[in-house]
């Protein structure tokens, strides 16, 4: 009914404005102060500083961190047999794959010379049981070969 540049009629509508409720600030009690007195007074310093000025205060003994206690040492005895026990494990793990590689390498030889057996047997089976009525080729009745020789033709 209205096309995209026409304008519409207002609709009446009910517009509720909602206001914002503020939350009350927070109530801060102050911390009640109470001066402890250490068991000893400690000896008041001053200090003058270059501009002139004097700070006094007291004088605080630094925090000494607990002494680290030494690692004990290892024996070169305990060093050793844990490095021969990761050469000899390397050791072992080498001849084992070694050994898969020797018994791979063993596998494939011996299919290629299976292959090779059975391409070769192919071919002597097809010279031998083939066609024999070419010309040029061997003949195995000699007879046949005197008759070939000496061109008789029967």
Known sequence: M?????????????????????FPPPVVHPA??????????????????????????YAIDAIRPEPVTAKPAVSRTAVNVALGGVGFLAVCGGLLLLTSFIAALTAFITQLITLAAVIFGGWIAVQILGPSGHKGGTTVNIHKAVIKRNHFRG
């Open 2 to 22: 209205y096309s995209e540049h026409t304008p519409r009629p207002p609709t009446e509508r009910a517009v509720e404005v909602h206001q914002p409720t503020p």
């Open 32 to 57: 009640p102060v109470v001066p402890v007195q250490p068991g000893t007074l400690p000896a008041v310093a001053s200090i003058v500083l270059p501009d002139g000025r004097v700070v006094t205060g």
